[in-house]
Every structure is written in C-alpha cells, then in structure tokens.
T-cell receptor, first 109, second 115 residues
Framework: RKEVEQDPGPFNVPEGATVAFNCTYS??????FFWYRQDCRKEPKLLMS???SGNEDGRFTAQLNRASQYISLLIRDSKLSDSATYLC??????????FGTGTRLKVLA | GAVVSQHPSRVICKSGTSVKIECRSL??????MFWYRQFPKKSLMLMAT?????????EQGVEKDKFLINHASLTLSTLTVTSAHPEDSSFYIC???????????FGPGTRLTVL
C-alpha cells in the first residue's frame, strides 16, 4: 500500500462545478499535510496547508480527518484556470515529505 | 509565500559532461533542501535531502557519486550531475523547507537534456 494515495483521475468537470478530492495516508504519525497544484511542465506550487480544524482560502477548502486518515480538498465554482494536477503531501517522521501521485483536474468550458 | 530560485532553468549538454544546478532560498534561510526529479507525466521522485553543513541523505537507488549535493550555506544547495548520460535527462526540481511551518517551497525546476 502506498503511504499517500490519491485517485489519479482525470476529473472532468464543467466550469462553475464543485469538485472534491480525497487523499488517504497510512502513517498515523504524520503531523502536517499540504495540497499543492502542479501545472504541466512546471514546479509544484503550494495551494494550502491543511489544519486539524479545517481551513478555507477563497474557493478552496481543505479538511483533515485523523480518525480515518484522510484529507480532502474542495474546489467551489471551478474555473478553467483550476485545471492542473493536485498533489497531496504528508509530512512524516524525520521530516520526510510523502507525495501522492496527484489527481488531474480538467475544467471544461 | 517564500521564494526559491533555481538556475539554470534549462540546460543541454553532451554525454560525459557534468552539470551543476543551483537552488537558492531568496527570502528565508533553509537548513533543509530537497532534490527531486520528475519524468513526463510521472510523480515527483525524491532523490536526496540536503542539510546545511552536513552530508546529504540519498534515497535508495540514487547514486551519491553521480549526483553530488553540496549545501554550503543556509540559502544555497547545489546538485551536480556528473558524467551525464542521456538517461539522466529529466526535470530536476529543488525545494526548501520553511522551518517555522514545515512548508516546502519549490524552485521553478531545471530541464536537463543530455545528448
């Protein structure tokens, strides 16, 4: 089993739709979690950190469920520019960041 | 957010040559930096963890004599690909850890093509 698992997608959604991604992690000792987005042939860019209480940044909401060991990312009112690969990252012991394989999102006009 | 630069952004070299890639944290100090490589449509693969003032920690299967890492200051880490071969052609990305939040910030990447 992979340490961080994501559905690779692609998720094809129309503009304006709400879309949610889940990510599961296997290491219960993981303390910090992040969502990054990566555009084709570019570096990952931090989208948001994920806090235990959940956090929101504009159209994006991230949540953490420690009991079930998953984190989620909700995107409301999808824009064409949201099309990208979304990477889930867990920070485990010894400061090793574990990346999911990413979920591809395509927002269609 | 924090800014990490990487230089060069693109390099084309002949087989057998060595290529040095620089990674700098521009507005914060980073005791820990990371080097990744990524093949097209594949996930990021961690190559090594670079710690300021000490030896890098390499992931299994990554040759430390081929991929030399130096982290001589709190804002600079370098990766040297020695005796490059065509199979070393890839997208190399560095990141720096912002200690206070444990957040990684990535450089823009270096696209290496070995002919």
């Amino acid at each position: 089993r992979k340490e961080v698992e994501q559905d690779p997608g692609p998720f094809n959604v129309p503009e304006g739709a709400t879309v949610a991604f889940n990510c599961t992690y296997s290491n219960s000792a993981s303390q910090s979690f992040f969502w990054y987005r990566q555009d084709c042939r570019k570096e990952p860019k931090l989208l948001m950190s994920v806090y235990s209480s959940g956090n929101e940044d504009g159209r994006f909401t991230a949540q953490l469920n420690r009991a079930s060991q998953y984190i989620s990312l909700l995107i409301r009112d999808s824009k064409l520019s949201d099309s990208a690969t979304y990477l889930c990252v867990a920070l485990g012991g010894t400061y090793k960041y574990i990346f999911g394989t990413g979920t591809r999102l395509k927002v269609l006009a | 957010g924090a800014v990490v630069s990487q230089h060069p952004s693109r390099v084309i070299c002949k087989s057998g040559t060595s290529v040095k890639i620089e990674c700098r944290s521009l507005d914060f100090q980073a005791t820990t930096m990371f080097w990744y490589r990524q093949f097209p449509k594949k996930s990021l693969m961690l190559m090594a963890t670079s710690n300021e003032g000490s030896k890098a920690t390499y992931e299994q299967g990554v040759e430390k004599d081929k991929f030399l890492i130096n982290h001589a200051s709190l804002t600079l880490s370098t990766l040297t690909v020695t005796s490059a071969h065509p199979e070393d052609s890839s997208f190399y990305i560095c990141s720096a850890r912002w200690t206070s939040t444990d957040t990684q910030y990535f450089g823009p990447g270096t696209r290496l093509t070995v002919l």
